[in-house]
């Protein structure tokens, strides 16, 4: 059985919320380890282990700071507890900084990988979803870093999504080869060569072809991957709030908007944030997953499902492969124990 590390401090809706999610996704035969403040966490099955850490660092301004110094955090216990082998995934609702930070002091960088990148399948109405990286971990890249996350989401998108041969690009201004900044051109340079490695390069992508089926896996720095993320998550809302105002405006539209129910409703379902549970902290030597601090039970019951499915599909492992086979980790350097164990401030404080 996986056993599934949950930082149940900093979600939006309380630590209640986050328990009755571990309760629902305990009932499919997850283990889980629940770090919270136990007098708002109440009883729970004999699957759901409760460990008291009332103290959340979810709203400290220096997430790594936070970390070192507060060792009895709900966050920092739960990665412990993963690092130490009592749960095999991690998963938070809290601030993302805050367990990036836990996540890198103690689940660790992986060897060969130059930063870790956060991952997210977004659904798209009548599409299967595309997996974006990095959509915040890293606010600035270097060529390397996005080469790397291209191959890191090609091999997510074939281990947990079931992908044959995902469709790799580059979100740009412009489809052409020399589009983009000085950075994207070398990228794009690199990953065209990429074929013989088993990488499904389809060149750049421009953003309105991002919800259209262009490619299944979109690379791009974390400052730009936010931005996207969230302006479609915003535009996606809006538009179900406009549909449900404009079937309320008058008493036909009433009508109509009462044929149009089940379609609207199967519509929201679709583009759920929730649906996929959660980003991926893909990089780390152990599974991660970053849950939306405004989820309800259903979205962490999902986020720890994802996260138990990624141990039980090795994704940490399929990911290394696919990197070392494509000759994308880096190169060895004197003290690489040293950087592999302890996070840069940089990586530390996004």
Request: glycine share 14%; proline share 6%; hydrophobic share 45%.
């Amino acid at each position: 059985m996986v056993v599934v590390a949950v930082d149940a401090g900093g979600a939006d809706l309380g630590p209640s919320e986050v328990a009755a999610g571990a309760v629902r996704a305990a009932e499919s035969g997850i283990g889980v380890l629940l770090f919270g403040p136990a007098a708002e966490i109440g009883p729970v099955p004999a699957n759901v282990e409760v460990v008291d850490a009332p103290t959340s660092i979810a709203k400290a301004t220096d997430p790594a700071f936070a970390v070192r110094a507060t060792p009895d955090a709900s966050i920092v216990q739960a990665a412990r507890a993963v690092a130490a082998g009592r749960a095999q995934a991690l998963v938070s609702g809290g601030s993302t900084g805050s367990a990036l930070a836990a996540g890198l002091f103690n689940l660790r960088r992986d060897r060969g990988i130059h930063r870790p990148a956060l991952a997210l399948p977004v659904p798209m109405p009548g599409a299967s979803p595309v997996l974006l990286l990095d959509v915040g971990a890293n606010v600035t890249c270097r060529p390397e870093h996005l080469v790397q996350f291209a191959h890191m989401g090609s091999a997510f998108a074939h281990a947990v999504l079931g992908i044959e041969a995902p469709r790799v690009a580059l979100l740009s201004n412009g489809e052409e080869p020399a589009k983009g900044t000085p950075d994207l051109v070398a990228v794009h340079e690199q990953l065209t060569g990429a074929g013989g490695t088993g990488l499904n390069f389809v060149g750049n992508i421009e953003g309105t072809q991002l919800p259209e089926g262009a490619a299944d896996v979109v690379v791009m720095d974390g400052f730009t991957g936010n931005i996207t993320l969230k302006l479609i998550e915003g535009v996606s809302g809006r538009t179900l709030r406009a549909i449900r105002e404009a079937a309320r405006s008058s008493s036909r539209a009433k009508l109509g908007g009462l044929l149009l129910a089940p379609a609207v409703r199967a519509l929201r379902d679709q583009i759920d944030p929730e649906g996929p549970g959660g980003a991926y902290m893909l990089g780390l030597r152990q599974v991660g997953v970053i849950a939306h601090g405004r989820f309800t039970r259903r979205g962490f019951a999902r986020a720890i499902e994802v996260a138990a499915h990624g141990v039980e599909q090795d994704v940490i492992g399929r990911t290394r492969a696919a990197l070392q086979g494509a000759g994308a980790l880096r190169a060895a350097r004197d003290g690489d124990e040293q950087l592999d164990g302890a996070p840069s401030e940089a990586q530390a404080t996004v």
